[in-house]
């Protein structure tokens, strides 16, 4: 909703300036590319908008998910936040975990003759 008035301000913005500028810029600008101009930066507005709500959302959903996890398990929560600050010890931990169940020849490459 609020990005629907947004891009209507933008849109009466535009309509305005559009009315401001003289004769001369109508007579040198093709008609097609005010339109297409005016279209094109109408829609980078709505999908900026909209892109910016999305991640608003996200972030929403990833905080209000920590606050729950806090509330009900501490210890994991807990732990999930030393894994998402640092992805390094993330990294380590798994592969820590896999190696003894990897066979031994499962970093190397192997080459076929065609």
């Keep these: 909703m609020g990005s629907e008035r947004g891009l209507e301000d933008a849109r009466r913005q535009l309509f305005a300036k559009l ?5 001369r810029y109508f007579d040198q600008t093709p008609a097609g590319s005010i339109v297409s101009r005016v279209t094109n930066d109408t829609m980078t507005f709505a999908d900026f908008a909209n892109v910016w709500l999305t991640v608003l959302v996200g972030l929403t959903s990833i905080v209000t998910s920590f606050v729950t996890m806090m509330v009900m398990a501490p210890k994991v929560a807990a732990l999930v936040l030393i894994f998402f600050a640092h992805p390094d010890v993330c990294g ?3 592969q820590s975990l896999c190696q003894p169940r990897l066979p031994a ?3 190397t490459v192997i080459r076929t003759e065609h």
């Design 19 to 23: 009315h401001q500028l003289g004769m």
């Design 92 to 94: 380590v931990v798994l």
């Design 105 to 107: 020849h499962a970093g």
